[in-house]
């Protein structure tokens, strides 16, 4: 495939020297990269000097199917765009679709949701800085990472069946309330994180060869953060102090702002960011501490009545009233009403702000559910942060920006 | 909104503002989205202080109740100072659907005025790397297009043929 870039390379550079440049094509399928995307390294030595990205390779018309599936149906979708942690975007997903429709949801509810999208920040951040540490050669970091994952991936299961794509929000409330093994799960969770946090911690923050591989490198400044629309600890590492749990309070973050700090960093480059998500999930940490111990009683479902939100077995078999209600919900010609409007919903997810731009049109389904993907946003700054690198920077600039390549081409 | 006295001083009959739950609006019509949204956005962004592009997405109207213009890009500005939002909305209408790219405001429009480009066929003039960025180059569709079928056979039979000899 002819793929040009935009100004010829042999332009930018002094003449004699065009003839030693040669291009590398790294990827779409390379391990350093993790997820499937395609660079064109235009090389001089090993020094960088023009980076191309080149993706679309996962693209799969997510949106095309938002504008086809109902509100609770798209959920199985939005799961699949951040796989690292889909709690946090059907929590998005739905925060948008409740704006739209107006609906206040319970305070259990809401808190219950605040947990799952700390502990969604915790794995994701967990992940990115444990295959961040793996790219670069620490082993060992990625491996007390990933065993502090599986326990909230065993969260997950406990409370939604699944433990990848767990589809547990619905519409106005969840699709099962949690159990009372599950708060026991999450405060067994909360007191065995942060020696894990720990370990992570001295394993990589005084480390030499860690240190030398990732500061400096993919430096980042705050106006190059603020032009290029950086969101998320990639931001917050680069100075620019901007947080939706802090400036838009959602769900239960109002009431446990008390309970967190916003972690910012002003160097910008991949130390940094490694230290705002290692700084960023002992908040979360806090959060989750906070909020399961102030864990309020009560439905995690809106009223029945308000013809919202789908009854559960035993009022959708034993009461007319129950389904009427899910046959409302499920037969394709009726379902919600909705407002002939749209709105934006975004939340502050692990990557960054992650928002749906909902177009309704008076039916239960989307006319239009666009995405506001941070990995997008963030890899367009990659040729920036990559050019003037050595060529063995790319994994370390690629793993400290998170890219997911399912929620990069969506 | 100290903003709208700006806009209203200086571009007054050029929008329409509405709001809907949180989100304050401003709209510019197809007819003069082309000459006014550039210096509407820069005046938003360096006399009103909304320096952040927190968005920019593309919306196919056609078939929507009441709709008028066709195609439209949305803009999602954020004040970083105040934490105020604002959505700007411009309309562009077939056969020819154009706008003035925001690449020269922020660097961060780039890949998404590509994207919108890619899926609806809405060119950005002034843009410096007029790509696709999703679909492959030789796509002739723009798949997020509400005339676009979301399912059946489509471009793939036009895909020119590779084989091991021209490969």
């Known amino acids: 495939m002819p793929l040009q870039t935009a100004t010829p390379v042999a332009e930018d550079v002094a003449g004699a020297d065009a003839e030693f440049l040669y291009t590398l094509n790294f990827g779409p399928q390379h391990p350093a990269t993790h997820t499937t995307l395609r660079l064109i390294l235009t090389l001089d030595g090993e020094t960088i000097v023009k980076a191309v990205p080149d993706i679309g390779y996962l693209h799969s018309g997510f949106e095309k199917l938002g504008e086809d599936l109902d509100f609770n149906q798209y959920v199985t979708i939005v799961d699949r765009m951040n796989y690292i942690s889909p709690v946090a975007n059907e929590i998005a997903w739905h925060h948008t679709v409740e704006k739209l429709i107006g609906i206040e949801i319970t305070p259990r509810c809401k808190y219950v949701r605040t947990i799952l999208a700390e502990l969604a920040r915790i794995s994701d951040h967990l992940l990115c800085v444990g295959a961040a540490a793996l790219d670069l050669g620490a082993l060992t970091a990625f491996l007390y990472a990933f065993n502090a994952r599986e326990k909230v991936y065993n969260i997950i299961e406990a409370t939604a069946g699944q433990r990848f794509h767990p589809s547990y929000t619905r519409v106005g409330g969840l699709s099962a309330d949690i159990s009372d093994e599950v708060v026991a799960l999450i405060r067994d969770f909360v007191k065995t994180f942060p020696k894990v946090h720990g370990d992570i911690v001295r394993l990589l923050n005084r480390n030499r060869i860690f240190i030398d591989r990732t500061k400096g490198i993919g430096v980042l400044s705050k106006e190059d953060a603020i032009s290029y629309s950086a969101s998320g600890p990639v931001a917050r590492a680069s100075g620019v102090v901007r947080d939706l749990r802090k400036d838009e309070p959602y769900l239960a973050y109002k009431e446990l702002a008390s309970a967190f700090k916003v972690v910012c960093g002003k160097g910008g480059d991949c130390y940094n960011r490694y230290l705002v998500r290692m700084g960023e999930m002992l908040e979360s940490w806090k959060i989750i501490a906070a909020a399961v111990e102030s864990l309020p009683t009560g439905p995690v479902n809106v009223d029945l009545n308000d013809k919202l939100t789908i009854p559960d077995k035993n009022a959708t078999y034993r009461s007319i009233e129950g389904l009427i209600q899910h046959f409302e919900l499920f037969m394709w010609n009726r379902r919600w009403e909705t407002p002939v409007e749209e709105v934006y919903g975004a939340n502050e997810t692990a990557n960054g702000e992650l928002g749906f731009y909902v177009v309704a049109d008076g039916s239960g389904t989307a006319f239009r559910a666009r995405t506001r993907p941070p990995s997008f946003i963030h890899f367009a700054m990659f040729p920036l942060m990559m050019e003037g690198h050595q060529i063995s920077d790319v994994p370390a600039v690629l793993g400290s920006l998170n890219i997911i390549a399912a929620e990069l081409d969506r | ?167």
């Open chain 2, 1 to 167: 909104m100290p903003y709208l006295d700006t806009l209203n001083a200086k571009f007054a009959g050029a929008f329409t503002t509405s709001a809907f739950r949180d989100n304050a609006r401003v709209s510019v019509g197809a007819d003069k989205a082309a000459l006014v949204l550039f210096d509407l956005l820069k005046c938003l962004k360096d006399e009103c202080g909304f320096d952040f592009l927190a968005e920019l997405g593309g919306i196919d109207y056609m078939g929507y109740p009441n709709a008028t213009d066709r195609f439209c890009v949305v803009y999602g500005l954020a004040n970083l100072t105040t934490g105020e939002r604002v959505w700007v909305k411009a309309f562009a209408n077939d056969p020819d659907p154009e706008l003035p790219s925001v690449v020269e405001l922020w660097r961060g429009a780039d890949w998404m005025e590509r994207e919108v480009y890619d899926m609806y066929g809405v060119r950005f003039s002034g843009h410096p790397d007029h790509r696709r960025i999703l679909m492959p180059s030789e796509y002739t569709g723009h798949p997020l297009r509400k005339d676009y079928p979301l399912r059946g056979y489509g471009e793939r039979h036009n895909f020119p043929t590779v084989t091991r000899a021209d490969s």
